[in-house]
Each structure stands twice: as structure tokens, then as C-alpha cells.
């Protein structure tokens, strides 16, 4: 039967001791790279959930989080892990039900594996196995424990996760700690720290980082004290303190932490002077550091443990008033915290104290008293010593080799099928190749015959389009030409009209005389618009950064006196923000103030006409619609075409020339946009246009 080192494993237990709170700064810090992983309803849940852990209400936090998390639509896979890490603490660290924590750690397993990249894959998945391991270990089975540990560590091997490193070899340490094997403890915390040093993910660049870093400087300490090399361990010692003092300024929030942290460090530089003999240095750090931890909201347990070992100096030094004052401070605090290890040595402590006194019985009574309460503790770390860690991490590491070996010997065979079944296949294709060839051979002159017959018929075809296209160019030439040769002669016979119109004649020939005149402005009007529309093709437009919402504005008010003229009201309904749109100012407004003119000219006296500009995507929509005679089934194929059939005449018998929408449609179709129309006969008709958001690259 082995022998335990109950000092070492007490200061093991210290080392844990601040975990929980240690842990909300760590799910904070590690995933604040990471927060696009969370939904923002988790973001705002796992915040409150870790202010109410800073309060102390543990069991709080935890109610909050999963009436809370049930109102998330759609939660993220790190959401729920989580959610399951923030029960697995509950239940691993404080209420200490390691049996539930396990099966929250199996969740954490399942749920990492589904984690969507590969770096935050890593990170879970050997968060879930050192969790998983640690409530396997403090359920005593420690060979599943440290094939989780292994788990993890592959994580940090396979996808070079420095943390996941730190926290593996950190375990390690731990292990071969509890072990009695300081020297591989020293070694594995000295990895640990190294590989922390490296790490460059935001965990171990904040507190928490430096947190763990002291507190491995602190671990290299106390496993060179156990091992008698007291030099060294003052050296580490000082270097956490060091380590503290100089991350202090940086986390002024954490004053608590850094002091509960310097009080530990003190408490075990003490031991090193008490075997060295310097009780005044050792008494002076360990009421240093039981002044620190023993205050509210401290690390209460450390101090018991700190007031202990000043105990067992008071009673080597025979100083019974000091010693009896504080066994009675340490048993009202014991009453209040329970401490299994800090009240076994309350007992021994007692028993020496009463030995000291002669008073024998006392003393027998307090000793079975303590001997009692080591049973239990010195059992399960009995089991903890039988094992033998490093074989069985090298049968993992065996293992893991032989399964990479046979995933590889695997591939290896599927590769081997594949290209058989490749070259079968190639077999196979090459001789249906060869065949066709063969029988395809009395076929290539006929082939090369139809091939000259179609390059014929194309080249015919290419010179009747290339025809068509000269005709349609010199019919629009011709149309230009006459049309302007027309435009002056008639432009000048409404003028002429006009100054006669304003002399004396008789009421007959006034009329003729007015007939004239607007029979002159019609012809001029449609000559305007033929020329138009036969430069629309040939002209560029001229672009320029356009507020749609002014454009159609002004449009609309240049209109309403039109609109007056027939009783109609034009009503108006803008985007709810400016846009600026990159088009022809001209040309849009031209568009728009056709289709309000069309829908003034169709509607009856006394109606009215909507216009409205919408979002629809990456475009803007504007809408005319009225309340007129609308558009026939048998016409609508034909309203934008030049010179249609299909154009009429207003409710007040306004001339419809049937070029205007012809026009709109082409401007629409050089702004790479479209116009359309709905429409019920004697039920109105609203025409739509849409522009969409266009760079000036895309108009070339």
C-alpha cells in the first residue's frame, strides 16, 4: 500500500478552487473571436447568465439560461454546447453531482463534432473530452478519464490548438502530481506554460491566460518543494508572484483574483521556509496569506488550509496561546465552510496540542478523529497512485496509430478498386470508339457534304441579316430625313397660323384658321417624336447621380395643371428615404411624364392617378395607375410598338400619335430596365417601371 502525501494533495485541491469563476471569464475570452458562431439571442442570454454567476447564484443562472434559451428561434450548435458547458459546471464544480456532469459532458462530445469549422471544431471538441475527463477522474475511473484526456490532446496535435496542448499536458502534470512523481510533474507544467506562452488564440492572451500561467509557475514550485529542491522552488515561487505583479495593472477589475492568487503563492513559499528552518519568514507569509483569503467572498478554503500549516508551526514551536486561539478561529469557520481536509488536520492538530499537554485522552480521541476522516480520502488516492498513466497513454497512442494505419491500408484499397474500375471503364470506352470510328467512317462524306450545305445556307442567312440590317438603318435614315426636311415648312405654317389667328376675320374663317394651326402643332409633335425615336439607338446616354425621388416630384408638379385641367388630383408616394440612382435625368424624366400623361389623357374628368416608388430588391419600381377606360385584350400585344394600331384617343378626345410608349420601352431597355402594364378594360390601368442599381461600367 502506497502512502499518501496529504500535504501535496490538499495543495492539488487548492488548485481548483477558484474554477468557477475562473470559468465565466473563460467562456468569455474564448469565444470572443468566435461570436459570429453564437445567434445574437445567445449572445444576450450567456451575458446575464454570467453576471449572475459573478453574484454567487449559481443555480439562478442556470434556471435563467434554459427558460431563456428556449425563446432562441434558431439556435447555433455553439449554442447549445454551451448551454450544456454552463450545466456541466453547475453540476461538475458546484454541487459536485459528478454522475449528471458526466452525462452533460457526453452532450459537449456530441454536440462539438458538429461544430461547422474546423477551428472551432478543435476547440470544442477538446473542451467536451478534458471535461468529460475530469468527471470520469472524479468519479475514480481513471482509464476512461484518460482516454478522454487523450482525445483531447489529439484535437491539439491534429490541428496544432495550442490550448488544447496547454490543457492536456496541464492534466498530465496534475496526474503525475497526485502521483508523487514531481519530476514529470515539473516537466509536464513546464510544457504547459510554454505551450500557453505560444498559443496565440484570445484565451490564453487574456486573464485567463495569465491566470493559468501563474498558477503553473506556482504548480513548478510546490513540485520542486516536494521534492526537497528548495532553491528552485523559492525561484518559481517568485516568478508567479512576479507574474502577478506585473499582470495586476492590466485587469484592475480583478483585484480580487490577483490577491486571492498572491495569498496562495505566499502560503506555499512558507512551507519552504518552515523545512529550512526560517519560522519568522514563514510565519510572516502565512499570516500574509490567510489575511488575504480568509476575508468574504475569498478563497475562505485555502485560508483554513494556510491557518493549518501555521498551526503545525505553532505547535513545533510549543507556542500554545497562539495555537489554541487559532484551532477555535479555524472550528467556528469550519462550522460555516466545510472542509474535509483542512478538519481532519484540525484533529491532528488537537491531538498533538493535548499530547503536548498530557492529557492523553484528548489527544487519543482527536488522533481517531483524524485517522477516521484520512480513511476515505486516503483510499480513493490509493487508486490514483495503482495506475499507471503513462502505459496506458502509450497503449492510446498504439492504438491510435494501428486505427490511422487501417484507415490508411483502407484508402489504399479504395484507391486500388478505383483505378481498376477506371481502367476497365477506359477499356471499354476506347474500344466503343474504335467501333464507331469504324462504322462512322462511310459517313464523313455526307457529314462534311450537310456541313458545307449548312455553312452555305449560314452564309446566306448572315447576308440577309446583314441586308435587313442596312434596310432597317436606311429606312430610319429616310424617316430622319423627311421628318426634319418636314419639321421646318410645317413648324413655319403654325407659326403663320398662329399670328393669323390673332387678327379680325370672320368666325368661319377663325375656325379653318385654328384648324390649321393645330392640325400644323399635331403634325410638328409627331414629327418631334419620330425623330426621337430614330436617335434613341444611335445617341448615348448622358449619365448623371439622380435623386429618383426629386425626379418624379418635379414630374408630378409640372403635371398638375394638366391634370386640373380635368378636375384630376395626381397623388404621390415617395421612397421613405432619398436614393440616388445613376441614370439619364432627361430621359427617366421623359418616361415618367409620358406614362402621367397617358394616365391623364385616359382617365375621366374628376378621377385620380397614383404614382408610387417602392424597393424591390436591387431595383426601384415606379408605379402610374388610373382609374380610365383601360387597355383592350386585343391591344395589348400592340401598345409598344412604333406606329401601332392601337393608340386612341383621350376621354376629351386628346390625339394619341402611339410613339410614346414605343420610345418609353427603348429608353428603358439602354437603362437595362424594364416597363410593363396591368390592365381591365373600363377598370384602369397602371404601368410600371423598374431602374436598377447600375454602376456607369454597366451602360458601356
Request: charged share 25%.
Amino acid at each position: 500500500m502506497y502512502k499518501i502525501d496529504f500535504l501535496a494533495w490538499r495543495n492539488l485541491t487548492r488548485l481548483g478552487c477558484l474554477f468557477i469563476i475562473l470559468l465565466v471569464y473563460a467562456c468569455k475570452e474564448k469565444n470572443a473571436a468566435d461570436n459570429g458562431d453564437y445567434s445574437p439571442e445567445f449572445l444576450k442570454i450567456k451575458n446575464k447568465v454570467e453576471n449572475i454567476w459573478k453574484t454567487g447564484d449559481i443555480k439562478g443562472g442556470l434556471v435563467y439560461l434554459d427558460s431563456a434559451f428556449l425563446r432562441i428561434p434558431s439556435p447555433t450548435s455553439n449554442d447549445r454546447f454551451r448551454r450544456y458547458a454552463f450545466h456541466y459546471v453547475y453540476y461538475a464544480k458546484t454541487i459536485h453531482k459528478q454522475d449528471s456532469a458526466l452525462i452533460y459532458s457526453d452532450s459537449l462530445v456530441a454536440e462539438a463534432a458538429k461544430m461547422p469549422n474546423s477551428r472551432q471544431y478543435s476547440m470544442n471538441v477538446a473542451e467536451a473530452s478534458f471535461s468529460r475527463g475530469d468527471a470520469l477522474f472524479e468519479l475514480q475511473q481513471f482509464s476512461d478519464a484518460y482516454q478522454s484526456y487523450y482525445q483531447g490532446y489529439l484535437m491539439g496535435k491534429n490541428y496544432v490548438n495550442m490550448a488544447a496542448l496547454s490543457d492536456y499536458t496541464y492534466r498530465m502534470g496534475m496526474i503525475m502530481y497526485k502521483q508523487r512523481k514531481y519530476n514529470l510533474a515539473v516537466k509536464y507544467f513546464k510544457d504547459s506554460y510554454a505551450q500557453n506562452v505560444r498559443d496565440k488564440q484570445e484565451v490564453n492572451r487574456g486573464f485567463v491566460g495569465f491566470y493559468r500561467r501563474q498558477e503553473l509557475l506556482d504548480n513548478i514550485g510546490l513540485s520542486f518543494r516536494h521534492n526537497n529542491q528548495d532553491d528552485s522552488a523559492l525561484v518559481y515561487f517568485n516568478k508567479a508572484l512576479v507574474e502577478i505583479t506585473t499582470n495586476t495593472p492590466l485587469y484592475p477589475e480583478r483585484k480580487q483574483h490577483m490577491d486571492m492568487a498572491r495569498g496562495v503563492v505566499y502560503g506555499n513559499m512558507a512551507e519552504v521556509y518552515i523545512q529550512n528552518g526560517e519560522n519568522a519568514k514563514a510565519e510572516e507569509l502565512l499570516k500574509k496569506s490567510i489575511a488575504i483569503n480568509l476575508r468574504g467572498d475569498y478563497d475562505n478554503r485555502d485560508a483554513q488550509l494556510t491557518e493549518v500549516k501555521l498551526g503545525q508551526l505553532y505547535l513545533k514551536q510549543r507556542k500554545d496561546e497562539e495555537l489554541v486561539k487559532l484551532l477555535a478561529d479555524l472550528k467556528a469557520q469550519l462550522d460555516t465552510i466545510k472542509n474535509p481536509d483542512a478538519e481532519a488536520d484540525y484533529n491532528r492538530l488537537m491531538s498533538g496540542y493535548y499530547a503536548n499537554k498530557s492529557n492523553l485522552r484528548l489527544a487519543l480521541s482527536h488522533l481517531q478523529l483524524y485517522n477516521l476522516q484520512k480513511d476515505s480520502i486516503t483510499k480513493a488516492n490509493n487508486l490514483i497512485l495503482e495506475t499507471n498513466v503513462g502505459q496506458q497513454l502509450s497503449n492510446y497512442e498504439k492504438q491510435h496509430e494501428i486505427d490511422t494505419l487501417s484507415t490508411h491500408n483502407k484508402l489504399q484499397l479504395i484507391y486500388i478498386y478505383a483505378v481498376t474500375i477506371v481502367a476497365v471503364l477506359t477499356a471499354i470506352i476506347m474500344f466503343l470508339v474504335y467501333r464507331n470510328w469504324k462504322r462512322s467512317k462511310k459517313d464523313v462524306l455526307t457529314v462534311n457534304l450537310l456541313n458545307q450545305q449548312i455553312n452555305e445556307q449560314n452564309h446566306v442567312l448572315e447576308n440577309a441579316l446583314n441586308e435587313l440590317n442596312n434596310s432597317s438603318k436606311e429606312k430610319d435614315r429616310i424617316l430622319r430625313t423627311v421628318a426634319h426636311d418636314l419639321r421646318n415648312p410645317i413648324g413655319g405654317i403654325a407659326s403663320l397660323t398662329a399670328m393669323m389667328a390673332e387678327d379680325e376675320y370672320t368666325d368661319d374663317q377663325k375656325e379653318l384658321i385654328n384648324l390649321v394651326k393645330e392640325t400644323s402643332v399635331n403634325s410638328l409633335e409627331l414629327i418631334n417624336e419620330i425623330l426621337e425615336a430614330t436617335n434613341l439607338s444611335s445617341v448615348p446616354l448622358n449619365l448623371e447621380r439622380v435623386d429618383i425621388n426629386s425626379l418624379v416630384n418635379n414630374s408630378v408638379e409640372l403635371l398638375r395643371f394638366k391634370a386640373a385641367e380635368k378636375n384630376q388630383q395626381i397623388l404621390l408616394e415617395p421612397l421613405d428615404k432619398p436614393m440616388d440612382l445613376l441614370i439619364s435625368r432627361e430621359k427617366i424624366w421623359r418616361v415618367i411624364s409620358n406614362l402621367i400623361s397617358n394616365a391623364i389623357k385616359f382617365s375621366p374628368t374628376g378621377e385620380t392617378i397614383s404614382v408610387k416608388l417602392t424597393e424591390d430588391g436591387h431595383q426601384v419600381v415606379i408605379s402610374v395607375r388610373d382609374n380610365g377606360i383601360g387597355i383592350p385584350e386585343t391591344l395589348k400585344d400592340q401598345v409598344f410598338n412604333m406606329f401601332t394600331s392601337a393608340q386612341r384617343t383621350g376621354t376629351e378626345g386628346e390625339k394619341s400619335f402611339g410613339l410614346g410608349l414605343s420610345i418609353c420601352r427603348q429608353i428603358m431597355e439602354k437603362h437595362k430596365g424594364k416597363i410593363w402594364f396591368q390592365s381591365n378594360e373600363q377598370q384602369g390601368t397602371t404601368f410600371f417601371i423598374s431602374l436598377p442599381y447600375f454602376k456607369s461600367r454597366d451602360f458601356k
